[in-house]
Every structure is written in C-alpha cells, then in structure tokens.
C-alpha cells in the first residue's frame, strides 16, 4: 500500500521559504494525484494546493497563489512545495495526501484516501 512521508518543516522568519518533499516509500507518486493541506492550531485543515499526475492541472488556495510552487520530482518520486514569502499565518501542520480521483480546487478532504504525518512549519520573529 502507498505511504506517503512528509519533510523540510521548520521555523522560518516572515518573508522567509521553505521547500516541503512529499515522499512515498515502495510505489511511485506518479499515479496519484497529489494534495498539500495544512491545519493551524485550532482550525479546521485546508487545502493548500494539489498536483495531477501528468502535472498539468494545479491548484492553489487563493491564501498562497503567487508564493506556493508544487511540482513532481520524478526523478526522486517526490512532490514539492515551494514556499515563499511565507507569513505567520501559514504556521501550521501541513500534510501531503494522494488521492484516487483528481486533482480539484475544492480541496475536498474526503477524496484523499492516503494521508502522511505532517510536517511543522513555524512562520515566527
């Protein structure tokens, strides 16, 4: 079964990026349409963006477009998000997803079927 593991968390100054890896252990991400959420204290969890496989369709909350990148990593069978200029109120637990349907913008949370153990990512002065 696929396993997904996220890293590249961390404390990081406003202003400041950071670059998160969603990895799969045994099966390639290639197949899977991959999603990006995250969960602050005491919020519901959100979409962030999401990837198709073949990385032509993407989504983005409007809350990160124009700072958030995603993007496929054949070559390492890893998913990417690329952040910028991030702000304190991107703090939070972020978790990549796979699902078996497609990337949409709705970021349902229900059609991601497998989920990692997030990563934390501290936006602070």
């Known amino acids: 079964q696929l396993q997904v593991v996220e890293s590249g968390g961390g404390l990081v100054q406003p202003g400041g990026s950071l670059r998160l890896s969603c990895a799969a252990s045994?099966?390639?991400?290639?197949?899977?349409?991959i999603g990006w959420f995250r969960q602050a204290p005491g919020k519901e969890r959100e979409g962030v963006s999401c990837?198709?496989?073949?990385?032509?369709?993407?989504n983005y909350a409007d809350s990160v477009k124009g700072r958030f990148t995603i993007s496929r990593d054949g070559a390492t069978n890893t998913v990417v998000l690329q952040m910028n200029n991030l702000q304190p109120e991107d703090t939070g637990v972020y978790y990549c997803?796979?699902?078996?349907?497609?990337?949409?913008?709705?970021?349902?949370?229900?059609?991601?079927?497998?989920w990692g153990r997030g990563t934390q990512v501290t936006v602070a002065s």
């Open positions: 045994v099966y390639s991400l290639d197949g899977y349409p």
């Open positions: 997803a796979a699902t078996f349907y497609y990337c949409s913008s709705s970021f349902n949370l229900n059609d991601y079927e497998i």
């Open positions: 990837i198709n496989t073949n990385s032509r369709i993407i």
